[in-house]
């Protein structure tokens, strides 16, 4: 307070005596403002920069750490306080700290994985197994920055900009605090921002940055270095913790993190000529949802300092000189790019990616629909993250466009498991691991290759080449070899335990229509045995030679591949055998599934579902080709109680969301019900038209979906059951 006092009188003690003596008015004190990191405390500054404007108080420099990096970012841009709040409001943050390229922008091949392994355990093995390196690459963040500092893409010094700006970052190579002062703005804001094991690190030549916190959560120093003789900071106080609220991991590492952060900013206050205290004890660092209370809370916290800020108001005439000067530094419009370069990866995908982005050469850009793009093509699995800015080229203005490859992959390695508790008495696991090799056989091709362990022992490979690197013909030789146990129940009454022994080869050739739908066409050998390991006999053992030509078409136009809300899906498989052990001779076999998702309300949604299968009246084919009963298949039956060649069956539900499950846990919580009907043909049953309503709690969890609800038919069928893993 005693170094504020001093300050002021410096300022206006001269400035009354060169009144009386000299008409000619001295030059203002240029004035800094330091803004702390906080992530979404954080959004604060922005209420502190609204009163600043609202009282005349000028910012020459600008300075800040994380999200106060972010916010001061925005503001050197020329962005008004009003603006950045319009810009906050508009965001969908639990998209960007999720950060995962939405399901419908996912490549088709892509789509598969997370349908067959349907949570987020993903590692790499290019260096060893491993996992990524943060748990949001920063895709969705660095296409808002992207954006916003577009027309400031060739500035030489963040000095040019409407405000002149410094962002700080630590530097774990060299262990030290980086203050970026030129360079890439979209870069030096993503760096700042960078929370250790969060966001992902960014690379610059042999610099590996993160979150500037670690070393300078208060870059009072840096204002003052920038020329700012007036050193203003905006300190955000949180709730004061107690003993017995640090009893898990996660709170201990928040407290040692804290004890850092604090022991800077203290530093950072003590350098500062006045600092504005913002109370958010009540809020946390992800209550992004909040942001509007945490805005007003700052902009409260200047007015409670008013009296010692309006010091360094200016009078109308002042403030208008200023805004106008600021005005003239501002950009607005981006320059129309000439040419696309691409940077980031190797000759073939930069050859790739910049013939995806063709069409945006020579046109005026569009942000939105490059956004787009650019988050279609992280869905290829190749890319953590893709930005753009813009460059220079012999006179000429290109779109530069950087692409983030994944650091610890591919190879890949997903891993998945199933619990089946559909019968009492009886809990089925499965445990999958999927390894994907990428242009093992040229440029986009892959290798893919599933193990399986538990009611399933199998492994399942497979190799996709497109014809040409851009092509969209395929061609895929696979093969497989499983042993699995196959229960028959009659209720909740076990009938029959078998075991199958399956081994297949075969290729397919195939077209890829973008990345909603694909057709296959191809044939397959191999042999087929089934063995009654317990029970009385429901369906032929068998064993012997297995051909068939097959045809499937597969389109998925869904949102998600867990807990659909909106599109539609459909599958269709034709067969030809011939031959099967046990059948008479060569038969056809056909299958069609659909599915429509509609939401009705935001946090309502219905979905419609039909199936059907048919040999086309063929009855000898050894042994049945349809098999219906257990979860989402008339639940309150049998585990495969129905056993034919011909069946259908309907399926209608809602779906309502209960509540959001915290970020890197989950996503929500649903309450479900349904009801379903069907019939096989040829299959003896108590009931002439079965059918069931079931309910139940559906979580979609980190490590897959976990229903847990009951089932009752209309002949005294009904269960209770749970499943972990795929449920639709």
């Given at each position: ?228 003789e007036i050193v203003i900071a905006v300190h955000l106080e949180t709730a004061p913790v107690e003993g017995k609220d640090i009893q898990s991991i996660f709170p201990v590492l928040e407290q040692s993190v804290r004890v850092v952060l604090e022991t800077n900013e203290l530093r950072g206050m003590e350098q500062a000529d006045a600092v504005v205290s913002v109370h958010l004890a009540e809020f946390s660092t992800i209550d992004y949802t909040k942001s509007e209370l945490i805005m007003q809370r700052g902009h409260e916290a200047a007015n409670e300092r008013a009296r010692l800020l309006e010091a360094f108001a200016l ?49 005026p850009l569009d942000p939105q629909k490059l956004d787009e793009v650019l988050t279609r093509l992280t869905g290829v699995g190749r890319y953590d993250s893709a930005g753009y800015r813009l460059t220079r080229q012999n006179g000429q203005t290109g779109l530069l466009v950087q692409v983030v490859e994944k650091s610890y992959a591919p190879p890949m390695v997903q891993t998945g498991f199933e619990v089946d508790g559909s019968q009492s008495g009886n809990v089925d696991f499965t445990m999958a691991t999927r390894f994907t090799f990428m242009d093992v056989a040229g440029f986009r091709s892959e290798w893919r290759t ?279």
């Amino acid at each position: 307070m005693r170094r504020f006092i001093f300050v002021v009188l410096l300022i206006l003690v001269p400035l009354r005596l060169g009144a009386q003596q000299n008409p000619m008015p001295r030059p203002r004190p240029k004035i800094g403002v330091a803004l702390e990191g906080g992530g979404a405390m954080g959004l604060a500054h922005i209420g502190v920069l609204k009163w600043f404007e609202e009282n005349h108080i000028p910012v020459d420099y600008i300075a800040g750490t994380s999200m106060g990096g972010l916010v001061a970012g925005l503001y050197a841009t020329g962005m008004s306080p009003e603006e950045m709040r319009v810009l906050i409001d508009g965001l969908d943050w639990r998209k960007i700290l999720s950060d995962r390229t939405p399901y419908e922008d996912l490549s088709f091949r892509r789509k598969e994985d997370q349908r067959a392994y349907p949570n987020s355990l993903i590692f790499g093995l290019r260096h060893g197994l491993s996992a990524p390196p943060g748990l949001i690459p920063g895709h969705q963040i660095g296409l808002l920055i992207d954006r916003v500092t577009l027309p400031y893409g060739d500035v030489t010094s963040f000095d040019a900009l409407a405000v002149p700006f410094r962002c700080v970052a630590t530097d774990l190579v060299s262990r030290k605090s980086h203050v970026f002062k030129d360079g890439s703005l979209a870069g030096a804001m993503r760096a700042t921002m960078s929370i250790p094991g969060a966001f992902s690190p960014v690379h610059e030549g042999q610099a590996v940055y993160v979150d500037g916190g670690l070393l300078n959560n208060l870059p009072t120093d840096v204002v003052r270095q920038m020329g700012a003789e007036i050193v203003i900071a905006v300190h955000l106080e949180t709730a004061p913790v107690e003993g017995k609220d640090i009893q898990s991991i996660f709170p201990v590492l928040e407290q040692s993190v804290r004890v850092v952060l604090e022991t800077n900013e203290l530093r950072g206050m003590e350098q500062a000529d006045a600092v504005v205290s913002v109370h958010l004890a009540e809020f946390s660092t992800i209550d992004y949802t909040k942001s509007e209370l945490i805005m007003q809370r700052g902009h409260e916290a200047a007015n409670e300092r008013a009296r010692l800020l309006e010091a360094f108001a200016l009078d109308n005439a002042g403030w208008e000189e200023h805004m106008r000067a600021r005005e003239a530094r501002k950009r607005r419009e981006a320059p129309v790019p000439k040419f696309i370069q691409v940077e980031g990866t190797n000759a073939y995908g930069a050859v790739d990616v910049a013939r995806y982005l063709k069409s945006f050469e020579g046109k005026p850009l569009d942000p939105q629909k490059l956004d787009e793009v650019l988050t279609r093509l992280t869905g290829v699995g190749r890319y953590d993250s893709a930005g753009y800015r813009l460059t220079r080229q012999n006179g000429q203005t290109g779109l530069l466009v950087q692409v983030v490859e994944k650091s610890y992959a591919p190879p890949m390695v997903q891993t998945g498991f199933e619990v089946d508790g559909s019968q009492s008495g009886n809990v089925d696991f499965t445990m999958a691991t999927r390894f994907t090799f990428m242009d093992v056989a040229g440029f986009r091709s892959e290798w893919r290759t599933d193990l399986l362990i538990g009611n399933t022992y199998g492994l399942q490979t497979e190799l996709y080449r497109p014809f040409r690197a851009e092509s969209p013909w395929f061609f895929s030789p696979h093969a497989d070899a499983s042993y699995s146990a196959f229960p028959i129940y009659k209720k909740n009454d076990p009938l029959a335990d078998y075991r199958i022994y399956r081994i297949n080869i075969g290729g397919d050739v195939g077209y890829s229509f973008g990345r909603f739908s694909e057709l296959r066409v191809g044939y397959e050998v191999g042999s087929l045995n089934t063995k009654l390991r317990l029970g009385t006999p429901v369906i032929p053992s068998v064993q012997g030679r297995v051909g068939q030509t097959r045809l499937r078409y597969l389109l998925d136009h869904t949102d998600d591949p867990v807990i659909p809300r909106r599109g539609f899906k459909a599958e269709s498989n034709f067969r030809w055998f011939d031959a099967s052990p046990g059948a008479s001779g060569s038969f056809p076999s056909m299958d069609l599934k659909l599915g429509y998702f509609q939401p009705i309300a935001r946090p309502a949604s219905i979905f419609v579902e039909g199936e059907g299968g048919t040999t086309f009246g063929t009855t000898s084919t050894g042994v049945p080709q349809f098999f219906l009963g257990g979860p989402v298949r008339l639940g309150a039956y049998g585990q495969n109680e129905f056993q034919g060649n011909q069946y259908y069956l309907f399926r209608t539900g809602y779906l309502h969301d209960l509540l959001t499950l915290p970020p890197f846990v989950g996503k929500k919580v649903y309450v479900i019900g349904a009801y379903e009907f069907g019939k096989m043909y040829g299959a003896t049953s108590t009931s002439k038209f079965p059918n069931d309503v079931a309910a139940g709690f559906l979580a979609e969890t980190a490590l897959g979906p976990f229903f847990v609800g009951g089932s009752v038919g209309d002949s005294g069928h009904r269960k209770w059951f749970f499943q972990l893993g795929r449920v639709f």
